[in-house]
């Protein structure tokens, strides 16, 4: 048996290599798709690793030490966890230099020597040495090799020798653990031995930071149980510690369970059609040599061996083809690696072999199904070459029943919910689906055509048209063209929509071409930095951001500038010039003075002569200070009322509120009259008109808790009347424009009030309606940078504060405002938010096209392989009519013609149903890495993008069917 087994390989050899072939294809199929995944994972998460801000990938912990701590209380045991560079410091406040001193923090880290660069000499290694950052020497009048004497609070003086200068760190270096004291921005860091600051007596501060390595990253399910246990072994020390590290691993764990959904689910269509295509080419060859079964039969061959022989002759390639199968996938899968993700590794693992082990199954299973129906046959209907009509309608009621399934289920995994990647088996199905009921109706619109065009005289048609309706297996070839170009529409539609939603995301989230984040910064220092960065307001804009309970995602902008930096969204729906002009409709005004002394001139009007009231003027400077001028003793009658303003004769300060206050809750009736405000000089910094001006002032908004008073212009001034049973709210803000606040937003105005500093609401109204704003999309708000600060945030520090670049921005932008005196702590760009932001999708949207385009490539190539199996006269007749003498040129391009009027009507099929898919699936792809919803990807693709890779694809299906022609072609005249 084995000898006739080995003799019927060796006849039907072509056979066995393409049963060979197609397996091996299978298995390296579902080999390569835990590899690529593995790799993927390890490139996804390295990126999200890298594009994570700092404080995302460092644990941070800190305490205060005692006065009387010394070298004996350092902490013996410090956290350790595996990856995870564990750093310890100490840092002191102090002063350094001559006479006067100016501001220092000397600060000893663990391992600092490794981190910085030095610019000059050498970095400290011994007791009572020091490193300075570049420019310190000259500010602190000491030059390297000199000596730099360093004082506290409650310690004598300390001489530190000056070994050496370094260059400021950079902010997104991980090791400095986003502590932005340590950077040397606002004040010089003079890096010592721990040994040297641990000597110091007073109050210091003693940090423990733990900095992780990308490999921290590759357990998320254990890293939050790892942090816990730091944070016990810390709060046991004493120490206070904080770490977003978990959130990091949460995103991480999330891109990859998206990235296995969809490269699982990506290679299940690439396996089934292969299967199907090993399907048709055993179906064939049965099909084939139906005669000789017949003749085996006939002669009283057993039927066990009649049924074991065809068997074997199929599982001998197909086992044959597995372990080359897990190879080649590997190596497949390797090259596609290097070319899309350059820096993965490639990891191999069991998946891999229990994956091509369930595809070398799928084969044998094929190949054996493919057999059945022949050896069921009686051996009059093997030798007649015919099938019975009870078989035909057995066919047909399976046909049926397999498109129904095959549609239902597309349906299903279309409208699955949040199922992600599982959207993709959508066109498989309804590609199926689409397939069969094509493989049922194009011989009938065939042979219509052929009649049609044989009575108006074009016979070449119609005998391509005949041949078409007439070739046995034209149905199985309809439907794996269909489901191929099905996939292949699907996933190109996929790619290029995600990919516009990638763009249009990325460009409206980071607001800019590039984007620089400050840490700590008023108003009037980010504004003061970038005008000095940038005067003539080409290239750089301040930002901020505002949050009230009623409305989160407000951005505040220079509008200024807006025009010029701002990535402005396409679906805005206004320009940036008419949302700025709307936005700031006149210049924003400020009582503005420099004094020494404030002088408040008051008339208080009351029937109680014991009334006794506290005047409140808050200020802010310059560099955005807050100060609260408190002037007690105001009683009845005409005063004048003096507060100490010093700290607004250096630099000028600006009048933000008017506050009166009840100095006992029993006096709820009066009325004062504010006449002037002057300084020390006697000169008007508000006369009776400006205070008089109702205008000019906001209140809060009134309530029966929590009434206002009534406000009111005199010639003599501001009149503010208080008649109530309970305390009065009497805070009078300034009012930067007149009314309410303007602000552009995206929907409904939720609230007519918002909250300001200090918790008065004051109101606002929309000017503008837009499709979307930078940085929030179709859910934000905008409004002007210094109308909001005048009134909203009125002095304090910004919320998350940022500076804008645009595109022509100089590469020394950051440096500028750098020296302009603000911390940068980061920066990023629109490319580094995309890939952020398209990570795991984008992975497993390149894999999906691999697949399809591999899928093609089988098609076309399975269409000769399977001309090889068709029998004598399986062009339908074609071959005798070579024998009548038309010409074989002719007959080859009837037979060329008919196969690719197949092809391209079953291309048109595969199309229709992918574009069914994706009107059913589009919304369960998963577009974004975070799974956000905000941004809505684009409904149609662009054509071009389709056109392209499908017009290749029929290029390849017809290559594919004229070498069919050719077989076909050729082995007729062997036979003749």
């Given at each position: ?793 009125r002095g304090t520090a910004l919320t998350q504060p940022e500076v804008w670049l645009s595109a022509d921005a100089p590469a020394d932008a950051v440096d500028r405002l750098r020296r ?157």
């Amino acid at each position: 048996m084995t000898t006739l087994l080995w003799e019927m390989i060796r006849e039907r050899r072509a056979a066995a290599l393409i049963t060979f072939l197609l397996t091996l294809a299978a298995a390296a199929a579902a080999a390569g798709g835990p590899v690529y995944h593995a790799a993927a994972a390890q490139s996804l998460r390295l990126d999200q690793i890298a594009q994570a801000p700092v404080t995302e990938r460092v644990l941070t912990a800190s305490q205060l030490t005692s006065s009387d701590e010394s070298v004996e209380t350092r902490p013996t045991a410090l956290p350790y966890v595996a990856h995870m560079r564990t750093v310890y410091g100490l840092q002191l406040q102090g002063a350094a230099g001559g006479a006067q001193g100016t501001d220092t923090l000397l600060a000893a880290r663990s391992g600092v020597c490794r981190e910085l660069v030095v610019t000059a000499g050498r970095c400290a290694v011994a007791d009572r040495e020091a490193v300075l950052p570049d420019g310190a020497p000259e500010l602190l009048g000491v030059r390297l090799g000199g000596v730099v004497s360093f004082t506290a609070p409650g310690i004598d003086p300390v001489r530190f020798t000056v070994v050496g200068t370094y260059r400021r760190p950079d902010a997104a270096d991980p090791y400095w653990a986003d502590r932005v004291s340590l950077l040397g921005v606002e004040q010089p860091v003079l890096f010592v031995t721990d040994r040297s600051l641990e000597g110091f007596g007073g109050q210091a501060t003693r940090t423990v930071d733990l900095v992780a390595e990308p490999a921290a990253f590759t357990d998320t399910a254990g890293l939050a149980g790892r942090i816990e246990e730091v944070f016990k072994q810390l709060r046991a020390g004493g120490y206070a510690g904080s770490t977003l590290m978990p959130d990091l691993g949460k995103r991480i764990e999330q891109g990859d369970r998206m990235l296995a959904d969809t490269v699982t689910v990506a290679a299940v269509p690439l396996i089934l059609i292969c299967w199907f295509v090993l399907f048709l080419a055993v179906a064939a060859g049965v099909d084939q040599r139906r005669e000789e079964l017949g003749l085996a039969a006939l002669r009283g061959t057993p039927g066990r061996l009649r049924w074991a022989l065809p068997f074997a002759e199929v599982a001998v390639p197909v086992l044959a083809a597995a372990v080359p199968g897990l190879l080649a996938g590997y190596a497949a899968t390797a090259a596609l690696v290097r070319v899309v993700l350059p820096g993965s590794t490639v990891q191999w693992d069991g998946a891999s072999l229990r994956f091509a082990a369930f595809a070398v199954l799928g084969a044998l299973l094929a190949g054996a199904f493919a057999q059945v129906g022949a050896l069921r046959t009686p051996v009059l209907g093997l030798l007649r070459r015919s099938g019975s009509p009870r078989r035909g309608r057995f066919a047909t009621a399976l046909e049926v029943a397999v498109g129904s399934l095959a549609a239902v289920a597309g349906y299903q995994a279309a409208a699955a919910g949040d199922a992600g990647g599982i959207g993709l088996l959508a066109p498989v199905c309804l590609g199926l689906a689409c397939g069969l009921l094509g493989a049922r109706l194009l011989p009938l619109v065939a042979a219509r055509v052929a009649r049609s065009a044989l009575r108006r005289g074009r016979w070449r048609t119609g005998l391509a048209g005949f041949a078409l309706a007439r070739v046995p297996g034209t149905g199985r070839l309809v439907v794996l063209v269909t489901v191929v170009f099905g996939l292949l529409g699907f996933a190109v539609t996929a790619y290029d929509t995600a990919g516009r939603a990638w763009d249009e995301r990325a460009r409206v989230q980071t607001g800019a071409a590039r984007v620089a984040v400050v840490q700590n910064a008023s108003a009037v220092q980010l504004r003061s930095a970038v005008a000095a960065a940038d005067p003539d307001g080409r290239f750089a804009m301040a930002v901020s951001r505002y949050k009230s309970n009623q409305l989160q995602n407000i951005v505040a902008v220079d509008t200024t500038r807006l025009a010029r930096v701002a990535n402005w969204p396409d679906a805005a729906g206004l320009d940036p010039g008419a949302v700025a002009g709307l936005l700031r409709p006149a210049e924003p005004t400020a009582v503005m003075f420099r004094a020494r002394k404030l002088i408040v001139e008051v008339t208080v009007d009351s029937p109680d002569p014991e009334l006794s009231l506290q005047l409140r003027l808050l200020v802010i400077s310059d560099r955005g200070l807050r100060h609260d001028l408190r002037m007690p003793g105001l009683r009845p009658g005409l005063q004048r009322l003096e507060a100490d303003a010093t700290l607004c004769d250096p630099e000028p300060c600006r009048l933000d509120e008017i506050q009166l206050q009840n100095m006992r809750a029993d006096q709820p009736r009066f009325d004062a009259t504010i006449h002037a405000i002057r300084d020390e000089t006697g000169r008007v910094v508000l006369d009776a008109a400006g205070l008089g001006d109702v205008r000019r002032w906001a209140q809060p908004p009134a309530s029966a808790a929590r009434p206002v008073p009534a406000l009111r212009s005199t010639p003599e001034g501001l009149r503010i009347s208080v008649d109530s049973a309970v305390v009065a709210d009497m805070r009078l803000s300034s009012a930067a424009l007149p009314g309410p606040l303007p602000m552009a937003v995206t929907g409904p105005l939720r609230s007519p009030l918002l909250t300001a500093t200090g918790g008065m609401e004051l109101p606002v109204s929309a000017v503008a309606t837009l499709g979307a704003v930078p940085r929030f999309g179709p859910q934000g708000a905008l409004l002007d940078f210094d109308v909001a600060e005048y009134v909203l945030g009125r002095g304090t520090a910004l919320t998350q504060p940022e500076v804008w670049l645009s595109a022509d921005a100089p590469a020394d932008a950051v440096d500028r405002l750098r020296r302009a005196g603000l911390t940068v702590s980061e920066e990023y760009t629109v490319a580094q938010r995309r890939a952020q932001i398209s990570a795991a999708p984008r992975l497993g949207l390149w894999f999906a096209l691999a697949v399809a385009a591999f899928a093609v490539l089988l098609a076309a190539i399975g269409l000769p392989a399977l001309a090889m199996f068709e029998r004598p006269g399986g062009d339908s007749g074609l071959s005798v009519l070579g024998e009548q003498g038309i010409r074989t040129r002719t007959l080859l391009l009837v037979s060329a013609g008919s196969r690719s009027a197949l092809a391209l009507a079953a291309a048109a099929a595969g199309l229709g149903s992918a574009a069914l898919a994706w009107a059913l699936a589009r919304t369960v792809l998963p577009v974004f890495s975070d799974g956000d919803t905000t941004f809505t990807p684009p409904v149609l693709p662009e054509p071009g993008a389709v056109a392209g890779p499908v017009a290749a694809a029929c290029a390849a299906l017809l290559a594919g069917c004229w070498a069919a022609a050719h077989v076909v072609r050729r082995r007729r005249e062997e036979e003749q």
